[in-house]
């Protein structure tokens, strides 16, 4: 029997799906939580397919590197029913609340990472940018996880990215160091990146703040029969600088070069005619955030790869190599914004990876 037979999150769907274990499907693969998918009894629906619903539990023990704001994603998707286009209906049954199920292919399976998105998908893309920033915090009545002294003033862009800034030095730099201090020395960050990091992006525009997805990448993006983008995974969603979803998204989204400055370019068209001023300074100001989100990455990054080589049999040297490149690639791209004088080579990058497995007693190479 699998360990999620007897799971809190498997055992409500199939509860919820009228005790008929046979129409749950799941886990899905997802990295926060453990999800499975069910028709509710006795549903109908139209000619289309029976409707799914989504049951799910956070996975223990999980690392979280991003920061999040809201209490509740279901509320959060509740509460913007009716003002944001394309995104899961949310109901209760039984005293669980159930997240629709978006049938489709993600953006991701329609155009890989890196290639052109076609014109169809872009225009609903900006239109989902255009609707979020006039969605102000005044407007949108949901619980949040930060305190109020925690909160910077509206359109205080810089001090909404010093918490950002906060968040990856103390939960994920500083809170980790036990395990990866070593490694991340002789990749040749330290606590003295940070200070670079914050001189490299000081001086941003003020923006008016509004919602934010600040997770919009390929895989967010659920494409339907009818062509219609979904967008999935609020997990993350802030309220902040409406520039920082921007950015995020460009590093995330990987679109080709020539692209990605034409989807900056109608982003700061969209929004600034929904809410002035929400494109201030953006031509400026955007390299500045994805300065952040690279060297975010590279924090999140090197303890995804140390941690995927960890347990089970002694990684094989391909899976080192590939780690390694991994690696340095998000080394280069955060060179500038940490202040690295050089970036390791693959060699260099395989040994640190060794000897961490080591002293942690994981292998004997």
Not at 34 to 61: A, H, N
């Amino acid at each position: 029997m699998s360990p999620e037979s007897d799971s809190h999150a498997r055992l409500n769907a199939v509860e919820a799906s009228g005790g008929d274990e046979s129409v749950v499907e799941g886990p899905l693969h997802g990295y926060h939580h453990e999800t499975y998918v069910f028709p509710l009894p006795g549903e109908k629906s139209g000619p289309g397919p029976r409707p799914r619903w989504k049951c799910r539990e956070p996975r223990p023990g999980l690392l979280w590197f991003d920061r999040r704001c809201f209490a509740s994603e279901e509320q959060l998707l509740k509460g913007l029913s009716g003002r944001i286009d394309g995104i899961p209906d949310i109901i209760e049954d039984g005293g669980l609340k159930l997240q629709r199920f978006i049938e489709g292919r993600t953006l991701g399976s329609v155009c890989a990472s890196g290639l052109a998105v076609p014109e169809e998908f872009l225009r609903q893309i900006v239109g989902l940018f255009r609707q979020l920033v006039v969605v102000t915090p005044e407007t949108l009545s949901v619980d949040r996880r930060c305190k109020a002294e925690d909160r910077p003033d509206d359109g205080d862009s810089d001090g909404f990215l010093e918490r950002l800034v906060c968040f990856t030095e103390e939960q994920v730099y500083q809170r980790n160091l036990t395990g990866f201090e070593r490694l991340f020395k002789d990749l040749g960050v330290d606590a003295e990146s940070f200070k670079h990091l914050r001189k490299h992006v000081s001086g941003l525009r003020e923006r008016p703040f509004c919602l934010l997805h600040a997770d919009l990448h390929r895989e967010n993006f659920i494409v339907d029969d009818d062509r219609v983008l979904w967008t999935i995974d609020w997990e993350l969603a802030m309220v902040g600088d409406p520039l920082y979803d921007l950015a995020t998204h460009l590093h995330l989204m990987r679109y080709p070069a020539r692209q990605a400055r034409a989807v900056a370019e109608r982003w700061a068209g969209a929004v600034e005619r929904a809410r002035p001023g929400s494109a201030a300074g953006w031509r400026h100001d955007v390299p500045l955030l994805l300065g952040y989100k690279r060297a975010q990455s590279l924090f999140t990054d090197v303890i995804r790869v140390a941690l995927s080589l960890d347990g089970g049999p002694e990684p094989h040297w391909r899976q080192l190599v590939q780690a390694a490149l991994k690696l340095r690639r998000v080394l280069a791209d955060a060179a500038l914004p940490l202040g690295l004088e050089s970036v390791p080579g693959p060699r260099r990058i395989v040994t640190a990876l060794v000897r961490r497995q080591r002293e942690h007693g994981r292998t004997s190479a």
